[in-house]
């Protein structure tokens, strides 16, 4: 075990080392801070803007999903075209799918955009709640929301990485001690109760809770555009009560409707997770739908009776 813990130790330690050296040559060589921050968002961009583009491809084609011809559905095609026509972009094209809860979605792949519907949305929705759902998606096109979301995550992701990167030699260093240490005197499992160990766990945790808050931060932004795409649709079809509407059907359906309570009771019972909220990227359809009967409220005319 003493081989095996001082094996260990001398691993880490050349890990360190070479980690080191490659931050110091970096520093040596760095350019001014305008340059260096402008080179890393610019390859972070272009990586983000790579795996955003064939990862939707990639998943459009996971999806199963087929064109929906004009001749199929010419009302869902007027529709469209009323839509586009009003937010002054291109139409897209609409392929049909069978998803396991109904849904729509808005895709970005390289050529021209795509909207995914779902088959049950057809026998579901209403025509008013169908087009405010369609002009949903339509925004989310129109704002390029995926791409901007993927380009603000591969951004951060690569500003985790370069913090990793810069504190590794550290890591490196404090492990190494930490696991030869407890191997050296037989208790190679409590490596993380040593004072390294701990300085190490330490370290994981500044750095866990670094990136949740990235994390938080990007699925808060997501969660806005939902909203957005929401305000948008109802300014487009000037029927926020009809996408309200939509929203509710699509919960429904995507839920059980029986518990598996002995007294059959309808629906489930919610439990509120502040967590999951702050991770979701959507926000919880009874905002949504506040929201837009809010809009729907501001937007009544009143007549005022003297």
Known sequence: MVLVGVSILAFYL?????????????????????????????????????????????????????????AESPRVYRLLE?????????????????????????????????????????????????EALLAHELAHLER?????????????????????????PVTFLTTGIALGTAWIRGTPREWDKTIPGRFRRLLDTFVGAFGFGLTILVRSQSRKREFAADARAAEVTDKPLALASALRKLERASRPQWGM??????????????????LSTHPSTDERVERLVDMAGASMTRIDIE
Request: glycine share 6%; charged share 15%.
């Open 14 to 70: 050349v890990l360190s080392a070479l980690s080191a050296f490659a931050v110091l040559t970096l520093w040596r060589i760095r350019p001014d801070p305008v340059t260096g921050a402008l080179a890393g968002v610019s390859i972070a961009v272009v990586l983000g803007y790579l795996s955003f583009r064939f990862g939707t491809v990639q998943l459009l084609s996971q999806l199963d999903a087929r064109d929906l011809p004009p």
């Open 82 to 130: 009323q839509l586009v026509d009003q937010m002054s972009i291109a139409p897209p094209t609409l392929k049909l799918a069978h998803f396991s809860a109904p849904n729509a979605m808005a895709l970005d792949p390289m050529g021209r955009d795509v909207v995914v519907l779902d088959a049950a949305l057809f026998r579901l929705l209403d025509v008013d709640e169908f």
């Open 261 to 278: 309570s002995p007294l059959w009771v309808y629906g489930e019972v919610e439990v509120e997770d502040p967590v999951s909220d702050l």
């Open 144 to 168: 390029k929301d995926s791409l901007v979301q993927s380009l603000v995550a591969s951004t951060l992701q690569t500003v985790v990485g370069v913090g990793f990167f810069i504190v590794s």
